[in-house]
């Protein structure tokens, strides 16, 4: 069974600063898939980006990116530039390659300050 | 309405209550899901449809019911209900996950539900 462990509970982070939150995960499937989903407050939960396991390029989404160890089975998000808006919880997620399954990690909570 | 919609947005019930979630997704998917989301917790699949079939039960306790009439549409029966079912209740839903390796899931706004 795969396992998605996201050991940050909490994080903060001034505006326009950076900030990684860390996601590790365990499978026995070489091929499949990770996300990182946000919900912020208003609890609609929506995708910030996701990468193939089969791509070695790290995946980039404007202020969001990724990097993805597969040796190490970790998955950070970096957040560059940090905005107010991102105050959010992130959950990192699993989906083996073929199956519609998501598993989640238990989620960060980010606050971003002024 | 576009995307997932769901009813009520809060419920508050006792135990011996009978009530009802709703979910509706207007993307022209085929496959739906319940999630429940308990604080501090990953969030637990309960229930996959596809095609209006139950594909997937995740030993979910019986006063959980779900029913799926259409591809649009997906309910959560709730009756007897425990304090600890108290949660926020996520529906999702995508493209036919047999299709394709990957199909992204769209997640409604969820119902949070209050088990007194």
């Known amino acids: 069974a795969q396992t998605v462990t996201q050991s940050q509970p909490e994080m903060s982070v001034q505006e326009a600063e950076t900030v990684t939150l860390s996601c590790t995960y365990d499978t026995s499937e070489n091929n499949y898939y990770l996300f990182w989903y946000k919900q912020p407050p208003s609890r609609q939960m929506i995708l910030v980006i996701r990468?193939?396991?089969?791509?070695?390029q790290n995946a980039t989404e404007n202020r969001f990116s990724v990097n993805f160890q597969k040796a190490a089975k970790s998955f950070s998000l970096k957040i560059s530039d940090s905005q107010l808006g991102d105050t959010a919880m992130y959950f990192c997620?699993?989906?083996?390659?073929?199956?519609?399954?998501?598993?989640f990690g238990t989620g960060t909570r980010l606050q971003v300050t002024l | 309405e576009t995307g997932v919609t769901q009813t009520p947005r809060h419920l508050v019930m006792g135990m011996t209550n009978k009530k009802s979630l709703k979910c509706e997704q207007h993307?022209?998917?085929?496959?739906m899901y319940w999630y429940k989301q308990s604080a501090k917790k990953p969030l637990e699949l309960m229930f996959v449809y596809n095609f209006k079939e139950q594909t997937e039960n995740n030993s979910v306790p019986s006063r959980f019911s779900p029913e799926c009439p259409n591809s649009s549409h997906l309910f959560l029966h709730l009756h007897t209900l425990q304090p600890e079912d108290s949660a926020l209740y996520l529906c999702?839903?995508?493209?036919?996950?047999?299709?394709?390796?990957?199909?992204?899931?769209?997640f409604g706004p969820g119902t949070r539900l209050t088990v007194l």
């Open positions: 999702a839903s995508s493209q036919d996950p047999g299709e394709s390796s990957y199909n992204e899931q769209f």
């Open positions: 993307l022209g998917h085929n496959a």
């Open positions: 990468q193939e396991a089969y791509k070695q």
């Open positions: 997620a699993f989906m083996g390659g073929t199956a519609s399954k998501l598993t």
